[in-house]
C-alpha cells in the first residue's frame, strides 16, 4: 500500500493537502479552500472520503461545500470552530477520532489555540499542522487566537510525536519537528527537548 501526499496553493497562500491510498483510490482532502477546482483536479478518478479543515478561517474552508457537492466526499470540522465561526459539516470531530481512506487511517488532534478548534491530522510519520505551527513561527494572530493555549497543545500535543515526523503547514514549506524545535523561535528557552 501506498500514502499520496499533494500539496496544493490556493488562494491567500493557503496549502491545501490531498490524501491518497493508491491501492483503493481513496482520499481525503485537508483544508478545503479556493478555488475548488484546484482540488477537484487531484481528486480525479478517486473517492473522496473525508474533507476536513484544520480550522474555520475562511482561506482553509471556503471550498467545503462546493468540494462536497463535486466529490460527494463527507465534511468534518471541530464542533469548536464549527460554532466559533457558525459553520456547518456531516460530521463533528473530537480528539482521537480517525478517519479512514482506504488501507489508512487518519488521527485527529485536538490542539486548541490558533483557533479554539484548530486540530492536526497524523498519518504514519506525517502531520498536517494547519496553522498551529509553520516553519519558523506560528500561524498569523487573530482575535480568535490564544497564543498561551497554542504553545500548550504544541508542548502537549505535537512534541509527544516523534522528532522525525514531516510537519505540512497552512502556509509556506514543509518541515519535521525536528528541524522546528532546533529553528523555530517559540522553543527558545524554557521548555525544548533535545
Ligand atoms: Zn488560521
Ligand atoms: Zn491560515
Known amino acids: 500500500m501506498k500514502l499520496g501526499i499533494v500539496k496544493v496553493k490556493l488562494d491567500r497562500e493557503v ?9 483503493t483510490k481513496e482520499a481525503i482532502v485537508i483544508d478545503p479552500g479556493l478555488p475548488v477546482g484546484k482540488l477537484a483536479d487531484q481528486v480525479k478518478g478517486m473517492t473522496v ?6 480550522h474555520c478561517h475562511p482561506g482553509h474552508v471556503a471550498g467545503k461545500d462546493e468540494l462536497k457537492e463535486l466529490t460527494g466526499g463527507e465534511t468534518a470540522l471541530h464542533s469548536a470552530d464549527a460554532k466559533q465561526f ?10 482521537g477520532d480517525e478517519l479512514e481512506f ?17 486540530v492536526c491530522f ?12 509553520l516553519a519558523g513561527g506560528i500561524g498569523k494572530q487573530t482575535p480568535e487566537t490564544d497564543v498561551r493555549r497554542q504553545m500548550m497543545s ?3 500535543k505535537l512534541l509527544r510525536l516523534p522528532l522525525t515526523t514531516a510537519l505540512y503547514p497552512g502556509h509556506g514549506p514543509a518541515t519535521s519537528l525536528e528541524r522546528e524545535l532546533a529553528q523555530n523561535p517559540i522553543f527558545r528557552g524554557a521548555g525544548a527537548r533535545a
Open 49 to 54: 472520503r473525508f474533507i476536513v479543515a484544520t
Open 154 to 156: 504544541i508542548g502537549t
Open 102 to 118: 482506504g488501507e489508512f487511517k487518519l488521527s485527529v488532534v485536538h490542539t486548541p489555540g490558533h483557533t479554539p478548534g484548530s
Open 86 to 95: 457558525l459553520r456547518s459539516a456531516d460530521r463533528y470531530l473530537v480528539d
Open 122 to 133: 497524523v498519518v504514519a510519520n506525517h502531520a498536517f499542522v494547519g496553522d498551529t505551527i
Open 15 to 23: 496549502n491545501a493537502y490531498v490524501l491518497t491510498c493508491s491501492s
